[in-house]
């Protein structure tokens, strides 16, 4: 492609619910192949322009437009669409005349005319969209045919799905899990194969909420490395992500949100820049404690399935986490940092070894079922899953209010509510803002550090939370560290994270440990053991 052809055109984008502007104004032109990148903080309306992009019914724009310039079919039976430097070719689906045709999109989606509001369609069909944090899976069917669903609903025929599956597999490096029960793979694989799903549509667009929010860093960078291929190949990308990195990476342009409008526009580095302006990394503290209230001795976890054989999620496992301790457990997608996770948590009892947690002056054998094995220890725990939920018909403060286990009084309640969530970040202007909005109406950040907040609510002695900052910006970042270092000063609280994230391990981890296909490889300093998995991982972690 000699020069870059405008491609999609928006023009005084906004949009309103309930009588709150969530985006104002938002106008910027992407050219066919380009990389765009849209960043903010979380709540401030990047998912919500992505859905406007898309064609999401409920995200009908209030004011502005959305066009589409595209080389469009002229058979009325077809109005087939492909990129625009697709003019004068024959169409691929019937063989008709091609021309450039400007489409005011939610125009022509709203169209009482079938033969009008068809080439709208066919640009929804051309358009993929990777929602952050959502694993649109067939989880009993392997992964291999998950991506074959993807591709007889874009049409391939049957013979080619075989081959171009174990492709769109190679690409994102999934190909090593590709007769794996889609249920039974890391939460960093699922996203994986969802990308690869998306690709198997063959978009001319592909809108990515947050591709690699979940990832570590090396797989991250492999998923990076594969937008990138797929940019070099004519494929327009658009990115959000809460790494202001991971745009930069992605794309060539960028804008920033912030409070429903558009701060700033320009080359991605440039965004990036203004966006973490005045944002400083805080002093790395770090406690060296020894009153172990977990400790783990040969512990493995095993699992045996008929397609896989033995799986040793866990293997020969040895770690003592002190009381007050705030650990760190580090590895790629599927090393078995989540299994370890459940372990502790009583959701999945050990094979073999011991794990036992300190209740009071006992020990409890995590191995043990009943009211005096692990039921003794589980009301002790909770736990934050990076798959999380919230009730979407009831508000915040409901929400908050039915984690409590124990009727107490109102005034109670409230004063629990009101100290859980400034816990997790919120001013108190923010907690009286959000109290009775319902979970609908909060970005995919705000309704996570809801899902966090109530795990306070039961002031639990061990607290697991299993990416916590899957989908937080690094200024909600700084606030989970601060709330979690606090919370832990207040309550003598043990904290044990599963994170992707390692500057996060970095600033909040007094120790961390690294594990790799199933073992544990290395405790220490926290940035001793981020600095070990950098050097010895690669993204599939073999």
Known sequence: MAEKEDFLILENIGIIFKDVPVLENISFTVTEGEGFGILGKSGCGKTVLMNIIRGIKEYKPTSGT?????????????????????????????????????????????????????????????????????FALFGESPVMQNVQEALRDAGVPKHLWMKNSMELLRRVHLTHRATHIARDISGGEKQRCVFAMCLAKQPFLFLADEPSGTL??????????????????????????????????????????????????????????????????????RRELDNPIIKMVNMRKYFYTFDRGLIKAVDDMNLDIHEGEIFGLVGVSGSGKTTAFKAIAGLVEPSRGLLQIRIGDDW???????????????????????????????????????????????????????????????????????????????????????????????????????????????????????????????????????????????????????????????????????????????????
């Open 66 to 134: 959305v066009t589409y310039r595209v080389a469009a079919c002229q058979n009325p039976d077809c109005r087939w669409v492909e990129a625009p430097s697709h003019a004068g070719e024959k169409c691929v689906r019937c063989g008709g005349e091609t021309k450039v045709e400007l489409v005011d999109y939610w125009k022509t989606l709203a169209a009482d005319d079938y033969a009008e509001r068809r080439i709208a369609q066919n640009i929804y069909d051309r358009t993929a969209l990777m929602i952050q944090r959502t």
């Open 216 to 285: 570590d860093p090396i797989t991250a960078q492999a998923v990076h490395d594969c937008i990138n291929q797929e940019r070099a190949k004519g494929l327009t990308v658009l990115v959000t992500s809460h790494w202001p990195d991971a745009v930069v990476e992605t794309t060539d342009n960028a804008i920033l949100l912030e409070d429903a409008k558009q701060a700033a526009i320009g080359p991605s580095a440039t965004v990036r820049d203004s966006f973490m302006e005045g944002f400083e990394i805080p002093p790395i503290e």
């Open 364 to 542: 409890v054998d995590m191995a043990s079922v009943g009211p005096d094995g692990r039921g003794r220890a589980t009301p002790f725990i909770n736990i934050l899953h990076q798959v999380y939920t919230v009730y979407p018909n009831l508000n915040v403060y409901d929400n908050m209010a039915s984690a409590l286990t124990i009727e107490l009084p109102a005034d109670i309640v409230a004063m629990k509510v009101y100290d859980s969530l400034k816990a997790v970040g919120y001013s108190e202007e923010e907690v009286d803002h959000i109290l009775y909005t319902y979970p609908n109406a909060l970005s995919e950040g705000e309704r996570h550090r809801l899902a966090f907040a109530r795990v306070l609510m039961t002031d639990p002695k061990i607290v697991l939370l299993d990416e916590p900052t899957g989908t937080a910006d690094p200024l909600t970042r700084l606030e989970m560290v601060k709330s979690i270092k606090s919370a832990r000063d207040a309550l003598g609280q043990t904290y044990i994270v599963v994170s992707h994230d390692i500057d996060f391990i970095e600033m909040v981890c007094d120790r961390a440990a690294l594990m790799r296909v199933g073992r544990l490889i290395e405790v220490g300093d926290p940035t001793e053991i981020v600095n070990i998995m950098k050097e010895v991982e690669t993204p599939l972690g073999e």
